[in-house]
């Protein structure tokens, strides 16, 4: 600030110090007040120094002021007042201003006084509460924020759970697609069985019933002429052919027989204790006329012999059938061996031929119901025998196996339980 009149430099300092300035005697007295304490509370210089310095206070602090400004000058000490406070200034219009102060005492002709050093700090008060408000309102965003991303969480959550069922929901939906196409391809693969069965059987019965008919027929009709006599050895030779047609028949109508009583779980079980190698000597001896000739079985024992308790008509036909297969598919004059080897816990039984064989592609239908190789063709049979062979070595806890090559042999073993 410049001035007409040289001043004294710490006058000048004084008057254009931005700080309000006021000089307070030990009453309370303002003595002194510089420029910017005129401008702070809207009195001239003259009306300032006519007031109590508790006059500038806002009027409901006056009085407790004046108390504590006698407190004050009993122990002068600088200080500052206001910081973190909320310390408030009265205008001279009566309106009110935040404003910091500090106090420092000094003496005036022995005197003692106190200098107050004002500042306005209203700009500061406005700076502070903005940021104090945009601070809260930070929290109340965060806050706001933080509330959303649980709400969208939430929602995710359960966007996945729902997908989650609906994935389950489809994995079900295609374990059960898969069975119902697993029960149409079975389903299918059984009809397929069955027809294959069916042109099977029908296969067979035209021709293992016609053959033995039209040999009964025709031996029938033969008997009708011979009447006269001496043609006794033929008539009675075909009375033969016709007894032994009518037991192929039979056979057949047998097979058949144990076959239902198997499918309707009826066949039953006698269990009696026997030596298997007696009953092996007694099948020999069974099929003895059916062998071609020169055919002949040897029967082999290993191990020591033991009795053995299951059913001894089933075991018997087993024997019968699987020999009597061993002689119809080899030649004359080959061997048959008969095998029965005891072990510790089983009983073992082999028959091995030196015969036709069987073809690698129809092993594995050997023991399917009907069923007869390729190179069985044009020999005698229903393709029952091995069949019902299986089923029952199966009702009796055994288990039976075969082992082929074409053209050389095949050996049928079946284990039963000691
Ligand atoms: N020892 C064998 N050697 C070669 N092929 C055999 C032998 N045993 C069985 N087979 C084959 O297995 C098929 C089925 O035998 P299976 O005993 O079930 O019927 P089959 O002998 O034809 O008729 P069935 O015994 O009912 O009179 C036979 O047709 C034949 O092709
Ligand atoms: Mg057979």
Known sequence: MKSNSPLPTYQAIFETCEEGIIVVNSEGRIILANQSSKRLFGYSIDELLALSVDDLLPSSLRKKHA??????????????????????????????????ISLNQTFINDDSHTVAFIIDITDRKVIEEALKNSEEQLIVYASELEKRVQARTKELDETIKKLEDVNHHLEDEIVERKKAQEDVVSALENEKELNELKSRFVSMASHEFRTPLSAILSSASLISKYN????????????????????????????????AKIEEGKTEIQVTEFNISDLANEAINDIEEVLKSGQHVELRKFGTERKLKSDEKLLRNIFINLLSNASKYSFENSKIILDVIYGKNNIDIHVTDQGIGIDLTDQKHLFERFFRAKNATNIQGTGLGLNIVKKHVELLSGSITFESQLNIGTTFKVKLPL
């Open 228 to 259: 006269d006599p001496g043609t006794e050895e033929k008539r009675l030779r075909h009375v033969d052919k016709i007894k032994s047609s009518i037991n192929n028949l039979n056979n057949i109508l047998n097979d058949f027989l144990s076959l």
């Open 67 to 100: 108390e504590l400004r006698k407190g004050y000058s009993k122990n002068p000490q600088p200080r500052r007042m206001g910081r973190g406070r909320d310390l408030q200034a009265q205008k001279k219009d009566g309106s009110l201003f935040p404003v910091e």
